[in-house]
């Protein structure tokens, strides 16, 4: 949606600004499925199996996160003139905070803490 010249109204999106939309909520829920499938079921479980260093896994994971952390800003700045900033923004503080987390017990493995 874009700003009209009232700055209080919002007009409604076109329909190409909704496949648009559409498109990059769909990319991103898929790199989110692929995201979690690596970081919580081939990191962890099977590359010790196949007798792949752990520094390696955490490595990948930490990586992971940082596109991940990326991926958030991107979108928050594409949808910030839509009506679902807010919507968008409170879920991402939520996400955002769990990859921090995340990340921090990454880097502690990596120094060895």
Known sequence: MR????????????????????????????????????????LPFVLPFVGVNNQIGVSLSLAIDVLALGL??????RLWRTSWRYRYLAMSVVMVGILLVFMCNDLRTLAGL
């Open 72 to 77: 958030i800003v991107y979108n928050a700045h």
């Open 3 to 42: 700003y009209t010249c009232s700055m209080t109204e919002l007009t409604p999106p076109t329909r190409q600004e909704v496949r648009r939309t559409d498109r990059y909520t769909g990319g991103y829920l898929l790199f989110v499925c692929v995201r979690c499938t690596l970081q919580y079921v081939v």
